[in-house]
């Protein structure tokens, strides 16, 4: 009787295996969960292995009777093939998976954001009044016939290391979105959370953002800032600065993060006639 159930077992146990991580990471990719913990360009082969790994498991569930050649009666097999030696082997490779995949939240909380410290400049500190080496814009509502310019925190960031890049946003007012990071009354710091591959390596980048007076929201609440840039030095580095137009509060994006690119990110300069 206990070979017939280590026989049933060791049929069953492998293609439920096989079912339930395709099953996890095809759910992951079709609600959309992916998102909050991987890069998009790898998202699809998640979705590949997903399916590969389904019809692993109905092949392994199909043609597993066929295994019989490979039964053997020595009493060490019996007891490596033990019922209970198997559904521990099982419980161990499916039971840490799929309690991550209930109970993992789909954002990063804000004790973590905060805890990966604020990535400004070299020494990882807003830059003060005292870092601004130009007059800062006027504080001016930006005109409704003049559309800003939707970029991200990524952009700006890049923008900081090339002269010619920076007068490339410049030209007209910008918005961005980001978490408010108060930090004193006449400026604040505007947060994203930067992946480059998954959630492991998740970086917070942030920028200042100078305005009258600092609204009043709660902490790392998302904002969308409308407003113009200027590049300043701090601690030997070019940093952006906002001059806010407007800060209005907004609720949570769907894809809260920003990526870092996976191809060339400097756009090739004009040629000089």
């Known amino acids: 009787m206990n070979s017939q159930l280590s026989r ?11 079912f339930e991580w395709g099953g996890l990471l095809t759910y992951f990719c079709l609600s959309h969960r992916i998102s909050a913990f991987l890069h998009p ?9 997903g399916v590969l790994l389904l019809l692993s498991a109905g092949c392994v569930a199909w043609f597993g009777g066929s295994a019989g050649a490979f039964d053997c009666t020595c009493s060490q097999a019996r007891s490596i093939s033990s019922p209970w030696r198997s559904l521990l082997v ?13 109970l993992s939240p789909d954002t990063f909380s804000n004790a973590f954001i905060e805890s990966r410290g604020l990535a400004f400049s070299p ?8 870092a601004s ?10 005109p409704a016939s003049q559309q800003p310019r939707s970029v991200s925190m990524l952009d700006l960031m890049l923008a900081a290391q090339d002269d010619w890049c920076q007068k490339d946003f ?11 990071y108060p930090d004193n009354p006449h400026y604040f710091g505007l947060i994203s959370t930067l992946i480059t591959c ?4 998740a970086q917070t980048l942030a920028i200042r953002v100078d305005t009258q007076s600092a609204p009043d929201l709660e902490k790392l609440a ?11 030095q701090s601690d030997g580095s070019t940093v952006p600065i906002l001059t806010a137009a407007s800060v209005t509060p907004i609720n949570s994006p769907a894809d809260p993060y920003i990526y870092r690119p996976t191809g060339p990110t400097r756009q090739a300069r004009p040629a000089h006639h």
Do not use: H, N
């Not at 049929?11 to 096989?18: F, Y």
């Not at 998954?198 to 390596?201: E, L, R, S, T």
């Open 133 to 142: 080496q130009k007059t800062a814009a006027a504080f001016v509502p930006i």
């Open 123 to 130: 020494r990882g500190a807003l830059p003060g009044p005292e």
């Open 170 to 180: 410049m030209d007209r007012p910008l918005e961005i979105i980001g978490r408010y």
């Open 8 to 18: 049933l077992i060791s049929r069953i146990l492998p293609p439920l295996t096989l």
């Open 41 to 49: 360009v790898f998202r699809p082969l998640v979705l590949v292995a």
């Open 222 to 232: 998302w904002v969308r800032v409308v407003g113009t840039v200027r590049f300043d």
């Open 90 to 102: 099982f419980a161990i490779l499916t039971l840490p998976i799929a309690g991550a995949a209930a």
């Open 198 to 201: 998954c959630a492991v390596d």
